[in-house]
């Protein structure tokens, strides 16, 4: 039997990692999600994230001060990703999802061989002074790194979704996925709408990778990990909805935290994709579906 402070204490430890879920598929829940692009090189680029922050972070640089940094990068290498995908795939109009889909997958594959090329296999950590330290509340302790996903995640959460649904840039990214022509009418490039959604989620994985490095050590094969992870909280969510991406994250961490409680680690994994499976068969429309 559980008693009822280590189901409360697997909840607490689920909610924290939940947002951590939440922040790095964030930008898989805009170029998946509002762009309907099958963008399954995302977690490679989050991890190519935590190894640029490895390299700022020896200058004496916060790791999350380095994400930031890292952001105007990554946003122009995800402009240049939209950019070959719409000249190769979209612009000729045949089998964009299956071609789409083997092109990130070689993206993926390229950018884990360059890693292991110039960095090996060996994992990678950083140093902060709120690494390897925490909060104590009574007789719970929260790791100020998860703390500190935590309260990025809810940052990234709210600027998005004032973005998205404030702006005219945002609205029109919404909008692109579902109906091209009135956008046009609307006097908006779909293209470069899309170029701008596409560089968006790509310059959130570098803040992302910058967490992910916080939270753990990482290495070049660890986004073979979070694929199915991000999909999850992707396809739970509902697609391209930013709150329902935190709440998915939530359901995840705190599902993934009990079941590693009652049954060990090792079922962790399994359990994004048993939560996939489950809502593409019961709601495939996701909790907040559009």
């Known amino acids: 039997m559980f008693s009822a402070d280590l189901i409360f204490e697997a909840v607490l430890f689920g909610i924290l990692l939940g947002c951590f879920y939440a922040a790095v598929s964030l930008g898989l829940s805009v170029a998946f999600g509002l762009l309907d692009v099958p963008y399954v090189?995302?977690?490679?680029?989050?991890?190519?994230?935590?190894?640029?922050?490895?390299?700022?972070?020896?200058?004496?640089?916060?790791?999350?001060?380095?994400?930031?940094?890292?952001?105007?990068?990554?946003?122009?290498?995800?402009?240049?990703f939209y950019r070959f995908y719409y000249e190769t795939f979209e612009k000729r109009s045949t089998e964009t999802g299956v071609r789409g889909l083997a092109f990130f997958f070689g993206m993926a594959f390229i950018i884990e061989v360059c890693l292991i090329l110039f960095f090996g296999v060996d994992q990678r950590t950083v140093a902060a002074s709120y690494i390897g330290s925490s909060l104590e509340i009574g007789d719970y302790r929260f790791p100020y790194r998860m703390l500190v996903a935590f309260g990025i995640a809810l940052v990234l959460t709210v600027i998005l979704t004032i973005y998205f649904s404030k702006t005219f840039?945002?609205?029109?990214?919404?909008?692109?996925?579902?109906?091209?022509?009135?956008?046009?009418?609307?006097?908006?490039?779909?293209?470069?709408?899309?170029?701008?959604?596409?560089?968006?989620?790509?310059?959130?994985?570098?803040?992302?990778?910058?967490?992910?490095?916080?939270?753990?050590?990482?290495?070049?094969?660890?986004?073979?990990?979070?694929?199915?992870?991000?999909?999850?909280?992707?396809?739970?969510?509902?697609?391209?909805?930013?709150?329902?991406?935190?709440?998915?994250?939530?359901?995840?961490?705190?599902a993934e935290s009990v079941v590693m409680m009652a049954f060990g680690a090792s079922w962790a994994p399994a359990v994004s994709f048993g939560l996939l499976l489950l809502m593409l068969g019961v709601r495939p429309q996701g909790l907040f579906g559009r």
């Open 41 to 80: 090189a995302h977690p490679a680029l989050l991890i190519l994230g935590s190894y640029f922050t490895f390299l700022l972070c020896k200058t004496g640089l916060d790791p999350i001060v380095c994400g930031v940094l890292l952001m105007p990068v990554f946003y122009v290498i995800g402009i240049g």
């Open 169 to 254: 840039n945002g609205r029109a990214i919404k909008a692109v996925g579902q109906d091209e022509g009135a956008l046009r009418l609307m006097g908006a490039n779909p293209v470069k709408i899309k170029q701008l959604a596409f560089g968006i989620a790509t310059a959130i994985n570098a803040l992302a990778g910058a967490m992910l490095i916080i939270v753990g050590p990482v290495e070049p094969s660890m986004d073979r990990i979070y694929i199915g992870r991000t999909f999850c909280v992707v396809v739970l969510a509902g697609l391209g909805s930013m709150s329902g991406t935190l709440v998915a994250g939530l359901v995840l961490g705190i």
